[in-house]
C-alpha cells in the first residue's frame, strides 16, 4: 500500500503543478490578448482621428459623370472577377484568374503611362514650336520697325 499512496501523491502534485502551469500559462494568454486588443483599439482610434483631421484638411471634390462612370466600370469588373473566381471553385483557379487580371491591369495601365509620356513629348513640342514662333514674330516685327525708321529717316 505505501507503494500506491506514494504513486497517488506524485499524481497529485503533477496535477497541481499542471494546473498552476495552466493558470500561469492562461493569465499570460489573457494579458497577451488584453495588450493586443488595446493596440488594436488604439490604432484604429488614431484612425479615426486621422481620418477626421484629414476630412478637415481636404476640400471636396466633385466627380463628372464620365469619371463616375469610368469607377462603376471598374467596380463591375472587379465583381465579375470575384464571380469568375466564386463560381470557379477551384482556389487555384481563382488565384490564377485574379493573377492574369492583375497582370493585364498592369499591362494597361504601363501602356497608358507610355501614351501619357508620348502626349506630354507632343505637348512640349508644340509650345517650343509656339515659342519659336513667337520669338519669329517678335523679330520679323522688330525688323519692320527698324524699316520703318530707317525709311522716315532716310
Known amino acids: 500500500m505505501p507503494i500506491q499512496s506514494c504513486l ?8 497541481k503543478r499542471s494546473r498552476t502551469s495552466m493558470e500561469i500559462q492562461s493569465q499570460n494568454m489573457t494579458d497577451v490578448l488584453d495588450k493586443s486588443n488595446s493596440a ?3 490604432i484604429e482610434a488614431s484612425r479615426t482621428i486621422k481620418h477626421v483631421q484629414n476630412c478637415k484638411e ?4 466633385t466627380y463628372n459623370k464620365e469619371t463616375i462612370n469610368d469607377l462603376t466600370k ?9 464571380n469568375i473566381s466564386a463560381e470557379s471553385g477551384n482556389s487555384a483557379d481563382a ?3 485574379f493573377e492574369d487580371y492583375l497582370e493585364t491591369a498592369c499591362q494597361r495601365a504601363e501602356y497608358l503611362g507610355s501614351n501619357v509620356r508620348r502626349l506630354l513629348a507632343i505637348w512640349d513640342t508644340v509650345q517650343q514650336m509656339r515659342t519659336l514662333l513667337l520669338q519669329q514674330d517678335m523679330e520679323l ?3 519692320n520697325e527698324d524699316e520703318e525708321k530707317e525709311n522716315n529717316y532716310g
Open 95 to 97: 488565384g490564377t484568374n
Open 40 to 42: 488594436l483599439l488604439q
Open 74 to 82: 471598374v467596380v463591375d469588373k472587379f465583381s465579375q472577377l470575384l
Open 141 to 143: 516685327d522688330n525688323d
Open 8 to 15: 497517488i501523491d506524485k499524481m497529485l502534485q503533477e496535477l
Open 58 to 61: 481636404t476640400q471636396p471634390f
